[in-house]
């Protein structure tokens, strides 16, 4: 499966008869899938539609949808609002009461009233309104594959740049693994020359079993082997989610964490400048690869 970003952005334009539309769909990150629908009025019904065919598509990301329509307005009937006239008078003969001199409005000052007049949609039998939604969910599909298009395509650009900065990490983790300080001998030579410093700088006064005790300790502590197998376990997983695809920004995002947290426990251990600096590279790439991957679905 292909690896998909939850960011994308779509239009489709739509026409059947005198009524044209517009869809347009825009999609950023986010922890889940979180639909927001604009329809217009009177359209209400469609909304389930729309998310059961959004659910189907995407997986995570905050996604707006938004329909636009326009209607000829030379099928539109100008009809009286009976209410908004009823309003109207009512007032005028409000003021009549309160001054009885007020000269009478004229009719084309009452109809010219904000309300008394309005355009009305002609109406529809049932059969026009499903066939118009019908058309209207056709063209949201059509937008929808624009969106999921766009989103593997952004996502198959993450995809190549996380890919190399998992080889990064596996070089650097194999440096670590190669460093000539973390060989035995270099080990031994380098607590016998600390314990040496320790006992001159004591008189010789310290407790040779706790000495050696301080020394196994010491010893055990700067071993980073587990830290090592972790990071390369880590490796193959992501590769291996990178391969499966689909769906992984998650996955990889708890991976990205646990790296993280393998770099920090190698940083804290290392009795070695080189070894500091390998840590610190991997810590910047394990960062950069954590932004990346937040951008997938």
Do not use: Y
């Not at 044209?20 to 999609?27: A, K, N």
């Not at 937008?143 to 190549?160: W, Y």
């Not at 050696?212 to 590769?239: G, N, P, S, W, Y």
Request: charged content about 30%; glycine content about 6%.
């Amino acid at each position: 499966m292909a690896l998909a970003s939850m960011t994308g952005f779509a239009r489709a334009l739509g026409e059947s008869g005198s009524v044209r539309w517009t869809w347009e769909l825009r999609s950023v990150n986010g922890k889940s899938l979180d639909l927001r629908i604009r329809i217009p009025t009177g359209l209400e019904t469609l909304e389930p539609k729309i998310r059961e065919r959004c659910g189907k598509l995407l997986r995570r990301g905050n996604v707006s949808v938004g329909l636009s329509m326009q209607r000829d307005q030379s099928e539109q009937q100008l009809q009286v609002n009976e209410s908004a006239l009823e309003a109207v008078l009512a007032t005028i003969d409000l003021l009549k009461n309160r001054v009885p001199d007020l000269a009478p409005p004229s009719l084309d000052a009452i109809l010219a009233q904000k309300g008394v007049f309005e355009l009305k949609e002609p109406e529809e039998d049932e059969a026009v309104q499903a066939a118009l939604h019908n058309t209207l969910l056709t063209t949201l599909d059509a937008a929808l594959i624009d969106l999921v298009d766009m989103r593997h395509s952004e996502g198959q650009a993450i995809g190549r740049v996380v890919r190399d900065q998992i080889d990064r990490i596996a070089e650097l983790t194999q440096a670590a693994e190669d460093l000539p300080a973390r060989k035995p001998d270099a080990i031994k030579a380098r607590l016998k020359r600390q314990l040496a410093e320790l006992m001159d700088a004591s008189d010789g006064q310290l407790d040779p079993q706790r000495v050696h005790q301080e020394a196994v300790f010491l010893a055990t502590k700067a071993d980073i082997r587990e830290e090592l197998d972790r990071l390369h376990a880590h490796v193959a997983a992501v590769r291996e989610l990178m391969d499966t695809g689909g769906a992984i920004g998650r996955r990889l995002d708890f991976l990205a964490q646990e790296f993280n947290r393998e770099a920090n426990t190698l940083c804290s251990k290392s009795n070695d400048v080189d070894l500091t600096a390998i840590g610190l590279d991997l810590k910047s790439v394990i960062d950069q690869m954590r932004e990346q991957i937040q951008n997938l679905e």
